[in-house]
């Protein structure tokens, strides 16, 4: 049986120096611990809090997160990096660079026998209209294109401004489990699938819906949690 690892919502960058640098000892200490019995893990959006990859310039920062990823890879461990809202802008660094597998939008895998939707969780909450109509603008192609023209030094620092924007925004924000991610979990579990995994709200939940569960990650920003697979079985915890 495969031993599978989730994570979400790490959002490297978000602090100050000081308070990053200890998050990502936190996140380094937590793949640390972790290679050792792993098989694949799951990057389920916002590894980052402003990933913005141009063609041939990357952000800088955060080489020592790149570095373990790097080692975890080259121990034979799959990694799977969903982009998120906040670093959907991803290339080809990840995959060509580390060998990352990247999605622009969800994954479907059947693992040790059960099958698993996992979505960032963005654009599914009743309450992100705003953010639905411009989900739609930044995942546009053209947009993408015209926003690549930026300097880099223009184009990651307005990214980071958004994300701030974002993050206050999001902050103030209530989700439960009869919000539109809940609602959607529980269709997608109806449809035939075991698990449904997803981030985004930054509040860690599991909530049993009729023959499947719904597990949202949490974050790495209060709450230190990710979803380890161990069997057949997905459970919640909190990395200490």
Same mark, same amino acid.
């Given at each position: 049986m495969e031993k599978v690892y989730f994570i979400s919502d790490v959002h490297l960058g978000l602090g100050t120096f000081n308070e990053e640098r200890k998050k990502e000892d936190r996140l380094i @200490? !937590? !793949?640390d611990a972790i290679k050792k019995d792993a098989t694949q893990i799951f990057i389920v959006g916002d590894l !980052? $809090? @402003?990933w913005l990859e141009y063609r041939t310039v990357a952000p800088k920062g955060f080489y020592r997160t790149l570095a373990k990823? $790097?080692?975890l890879?080259?121990?034979?461990? /799959?990694?799977h990096y969903l982009g998120g809202n906040h670093d959907y802008w991803m290339r080809d660094y990840f995959s060509d660079q580390i060998g990352i597998r990247t999605y622009p939008k969800h994954i479907i895998?059947?693992?040790n026998g059960k099958k698993i939707f996992i979505h960032h969780g963005d654009g599914l909450s009743d309450n992100d209209v705003g953010y639905k109509i411009l989900k739609k603008i930044l995942r546009n192609r053209f947009a993408i294109w015209a926003y690549s023209w930026l300097h880099p030094d223009i184009g990651i620092k307005l990214a980071h401004f958004s994300s701030r924007k974002s993050r206050g925004y999001s902050s103030n924000k209530h989700y439960d489990g009869n919000d539109g991610m809940g609602k959607f979990a529980r269709?997608? +579990? $109806?449809s035939g699938y075991n698990f449904i995994i997803m981030g985004h709200s930054h509040q860690p939940v &599991? /909530?049993?819906?009729? &023959?499947? &569960?719904? +597990?949202?990650?949490? $974050?790495?920003?209060?709450?230190n949690t990710y979803a380890e697979m161990n069997g057949e079985q997905i459970t919640l915890k909190e990395w200490k």
């Open positions: @200490a !937590f !793949f !980052f $809090d @402003a990823l $790097d080692e890879a080259s121990h034979g461990i /799959v990694i895998m059947t693992i269709e997608t +579990i $109806d &599991t /909530v049993q819906l009729n &023959t499947g &569960t719904y +597990i949202n990650l949490g $974050d790495w920003i209060t709450h």
